[in-house]
């Protein structure tokens, strides 16, 4: 027979058994576009070989293999098959976008984005960043999937790799992925991941547990027949119908019991699990209280993930019985739905399906779930919503590399100034331009996620300039930035933060003379604690100290000491009085309402109400029959007129004005003006304005188009009453402000 016939042409059979898969859930597939997909991959990757000598399109085949066993849609699975196309070969991503739309292309550029992060050994603060760093990058969640996949099928080929990037990749693998498929709910994956990079990271721990494992094969194996066949009696004995699965632990989550918990291989008991899968929630409760009925449940070990579930969408119940031979194990008990969940996680609802959108309520809930674990925005509809999810979970942070490859996890919106100080702070203060990517950036471009930015210093760079303030977005750059300006420039903070307060007083209207010294001053600064003025100008120079503030500060004081200087003004004042007349300076104390009358203590005093005198106006007194003494202005009308009438020029008495207090007298105006709207409005609101109290306030139109308002107020003094005589009379269309009686 000719040689050539039987030579089977294995990459395609590989690739023929995936198109079977794949039509398998998704029998509308597009056969051909998929094929074509696959024949460019093949033709692009030519003769590239793999380490163990396959063609290296075998590995893109196997990754989609993987991601078609989590049933994701056509474009992801084409999508695989191009993953390595534009890393390894000299296609582009436009010419894939032509070649099968834009969709693929995004996921091809994004797998290859993610592929090109470099990593170094990390410290665990790193590595989260990482995590998070990539899981950013995606942008679309399937990016991570399909990358995760790339990971799981190198892993699985890494035997012929050199130890040193097996180690290396292990590492990566147990510290990167294997906990974004943890977030991811892609439970299956994990375990493979794990006790894949297990290993190579831990060759010995990992070959002790597998031959102890199979030392105890055949008793384990028998352990779990038994059992499995147990249940299923039972469940069908009562009707619920179910499938058991039995399984050995997988090694990594033995080997990290017997290192966490420190103990022996023979001292990890539970080394089988089971898993009960029903049809229904309340299959689920009604088989847990069979296995409850059959086996001892050990205490505490019962968790209900189905009323709670976990964050990454996992549902199930857990609880751990013992068996006859005491040996305990795990039962988990959960639907079909939650079970495909468990295993595919976050991947698990990109299958491909018709009625992925049956848009029913528990639909609702299940994407709403799947919201909440990526914090991501609502969208019109299920299937929609599934298609653009985003991988926006860390929107307010930007991840970006050092040129060593150290990720450096800063603000969103942040610049190379503030990576430059959260390197450094000299790096910061002697920058003296940036590349981002290799290329000449500006101190105010906008860091995206995966950029490489390199900063470039000179020990002779002027530092920070202040407006750099404005551009950094960390707290941290910007803290550095003052500190530096606080430091070092201090002459010339002190000549700006000096023009500053300055300024700021002006505006203010204050100034420092009417402090009573230098001892208020210095107490002033010691308030904003400074013990000069050259440290506080120094402050509002460098940003410590805002200028407002510092002259609220000031004004506070200000103003305690011009109230202050008035009241021993007064006292001065009085002192004098009292000094020019000694002798009835004690009488003149006893004052009543303000009012002094004559030699007469305590006598009754009633203002009148034809003059409406207030203090500061000259007045007199009127001795009354039975009423005590009325008290006039001296230029009332009424008294000027009582002159002639008999009798009476003997009652009219001196009187004066003593200690006024704060008491407020009663007081009358008559204003006219044109007849207009608003007029009293008008009134009220400068009277109001003057915080003078009106008391009642009536206008009548008269004569001649003109009105006439009549206002009584309480003021405190004849000079009070003249400002609001002033501010009256400069009301539009008033034609006089007058008090009456005169
Ligand atoms: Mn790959």
């Known amino acids: 027979m000719d040689n050539s016939n039987i030579i089977r042409d294995e990459v395609l059979e590989q690739y023929l058994a995936l198109e079977e898969k794949i039509k398998k859930y998704n029998p509308s597939v597009n056969v051909e576009r998929l094929r074509y997909a696959y024949e460019f991959a093949r033709e692009s990757h030519g003769d590239q070989k793999r380490k163990d000598g396959s063609l290296f399109v075998t590995h893109p085949i196997a990754t989609a293999d993987i991601v078609a066993d989590m049933e994701l849609d056509e474009d992801s699975v084409i999508a695989c098959l191009l993953h390595d196309v534009v890393e390894d070969t000299p296609v582009t991503a436009e010419e894939i976008a032509k070649r099968f739309g834009k969709d693929v292309a995004l996921l091809v550029e994004g797998v290859t984005k993610l592929t090109r992060?470099?990593?170094?050994?990390?410290?665990?603060?790193?590595?989260?960043?990482?995590?998070?760093?990539?899981?950013?990058?995606?942008?679309?969640?399937?990016?991570?999937?399909?990358?995760?996949?790339?990971?799981?099928?190198?892993?699985?080929?890494?035997?012929?790799?050199?130890?040193?990037?097996?180690?290396?990749?292990?590492?990566?693998?147990?510290?990167?992925?294997?906990?974004?498929?943890?977030?991811?709910?892609?439970?299956?994956?994990?375990?493979?991941?794990?006790?894949?990079?297990?290993?190579?990271?831990?060759?010995?721990?990992?070959?002790?547990?597998?031959?102890?494992?199979?030392?105890?094969?055949?008793?384990?194996?028998?352990?779990?027949?038994?059992?499995?066949?147990?249940?299923?009696?039972?469940?069908?004995?009562?009707?619920?119908?179910?499938?058991?699965?039995?399984?050995?632990?997988?090694?990594?989550?033995?080997?990290?019991?017997?290192?966490?918990?420190?103990?022996?291989?023979?001292?990890?008991?539970?080394?089988?699990?089971?898993?009960?899968?029903?049809?229904?929630?309340?299959?689920?409760?009604?088989?847990?209280?069979?296995?409850?009925?059959l086996y001892n449940p050990m205490p505490g070990r019962f968790k209900d993930y189905i009323s709670t579930p976990k964050p990454n969408m996992y549902q199930?119940?857990?609880?751990?019985?013992?068996?006859?031979?005491?040996?305990?194990?795990?039962?988990?008990?959960?639907?079909?739905?939650?079970?495909?969940?468990?295993?595919?996680?976050?991947?698990?609802?990109?299958?491909?399906?018709?009625?992925?959108?049956?848009?029913?309520?528990?639909?609702?809930?299940?994407?709403?779930?799947?919201?909440?674990?990526?914090?991501?925005?609502?969208?019109?509809?299920?299937?929609?919503?599934?298609?653009?999810?985003?991988?926006?979970?860390?929107?307010?942070e930007v991840f970006v590399f050092t040129p060593q490859g150290e990720v450096i996890n800063l603000p969103a919106g942040a610049t190379p100034i503030d990576f430059a100080y959260s390197i450094h702070t000299a790096v910061g203060n002697l920058m003296t331009g940036a590349r981002v990517n290799g290329r000449i950036a500006t101190f105010d471009h906008i860091l995206e996620n995966g950029d490489i930015v390199e900063i470039m210093t000179s020990p002779s760079a002027n530092g920070p300039s202040r407006d750099w303030m404005q551009i950094a977005k960390s707290s941290q750059a910007k803290g550095k930035i003052k500190q530096w300006f606080k430091k070092e420039k201090r002459e010339e903070n002190i000549v700006h933060g000096k023009a500053a307060f300055e300024a700021e007083m002006k505006r203010?209207?204050?100034?420092?003379?009417?402090?009573?010294?230098?001892?208020?001053?210095?107490?002033?600064?010691?308030?904003?604690?400074?013990?000069?003025?050259?440290?506080?100008?120094?402050?509002?120079?460098?940003?410590?100290?805002?200028?407002?503030?510092?002259?609220?500060?000031?004004?506070e004081d200000i103003v305690v000491a011009k109230r202050q200087k008035r009241l021993e003004e007064k006292a001065a004042e009085a002192t004098k009085e009292s000094?020019?007349?000694?002798?009835?300076?004690?009488?003149?104390?006893?004052?009543?309402?303000?009012?002094?009358?004559?030699?007469?203590?305590?006598?009754?005093?009633?203002?009148?109400?034809?003059?409406?005198?207030?203090?500061?106006?000259?007045?007199?007194?009127?001795?009354?029959?039975?009423?005590?003494?009325?008290?006039?202005?001296?230029?009332?009308?009424?008294?000027?007129?009582?002159?002639?009438?008999?009798?009476?020029?003997?009652?009219?008495?001196?009187?004066?004005w003593g200690d006024i207090g704060s008491e407020t007298y009663n007081t009358a105006l008559t204003i006219s003006a044109r007849d207009r709207r608003n007029f009293v409005l008008d009134i009220a609101t400068v009277l109001a304005t003057a915080k003078v109290k009106i008391t009642s306030l009536s206008a009548r139109e008269v004569e001649g188009g003109q009105a006439v308002a009549f206002v009584s107020m309480d003021v405190h003094t004849r000079a009070e009453l003249?400002?609001?005589?002033?501010?009256?009379?400069?009301i539009k269309g008033v034609t006089e402000v007058k008090r009456p009686g005169v």
């Open 117 to 293: 992060v470099v990593y170094t050994s990390k410290e665990e603060e790193q590595v989260e960043n990482l995590r998070k760093m990539l899981m950013a990058m995606a942008k679309d969640i399937r990016v991570i999937i399909i990358k995760v996949s790339d990971r799981l099928h190198n892993m699985r080929t890494m035997n012929y790799q050199s130890a040193e990037k097996q180690r290396k990749k292990a590492l990566e693998t147990m510290e990167i992925y294997a906990p974004i498929a943890h977030r991811l709910g892609m439970q299956r994956v994990k375990w493979e991941l794990e006790d894949l990079s297990l290993i190579y990271l831990d060759p010995i721990g990992y070959q002790e547990i597998t031959c102890q494992l199979d030392n105890r094969r055949k008793t384990l194996e028998t352990f779990m027949n038994d059992i499995s066949n147990t249940i299923t009696e039972r469940m069908s004995s009562v009707g619920v119908e179910c499938k058991v699965f039995s399984r050995l632990k997988h090694i990594y989550s033995i080997y990290r019991k017997m290192y966490s918990q420190n103990k022996e291989f023979n001292e990890v008991l539970d080394l089988c699990a089971f898993r009960i899968i029903v049809g229904n929630v309340s299959d689920c409760y009604n088989a847990l209280g069979q296995i409850h009925d």
């Open 316 to 396: 199930s119940l857990h609880t751990t019985v013992i068996g006859d031979e005491g040996m305990p194990f795990e039962v988990q008990i959960r639907t079909w739905e939650m079970h495909r969940t468990a295993e595919y996680g976050v991947a698990a609802h990109w299958k491909y399906k018709q009625g992925i959108g049956s848009k029913t309520g528990n639909d609702e809930e299940k994407f709403a779930w799947i919201r909440s674990l990526l914090e991501t925005q609502q969208a019109s509809d299920a299937a929609d919503f599934v298609h653009g999810l985003k991988t926006d979970m860390f929107a307010d």
């Open 508 to 555: 203010n209207n204050l100034s420092l003379n009417d402090l009573s010294g230098p001892d208020a001053i210095l107490a002033c600064l010691k308030k904003l604690s400074f013990s000069n003025f050259d440290d506080m100008y120094a402050a509002i120079g460098y940003g410590g100290l805002t200028s407002v503030r510092a002259v609220n500060r000031f004004r």
């Open 579 to 656: 000094q020019q007349q000694p002798v009835r300076a004690e009488k003149r104390q006893h004052s009543v309402r303000g009012v002094v009358v004559g030699d007469l203590d305590n006598c009754l005093i009633k203002f009148a109400r034809c003059c409406t005198p207030v203090p500061g106006d000259k007045i007199v007194g009127f001795i009354t029959k039975g009423y005590g003494v009325s008290v006039h202005r001296a230029e009332c009308q009424n008294r000027l007129n009582s002159g002639s009438r008999d009798n009476e020029d003997e009652r009219w008495i001196d009187v004066s």
């Open 722 to 730: 003249q400002a609001a005589i002033h501010r009256l009379s400069v």
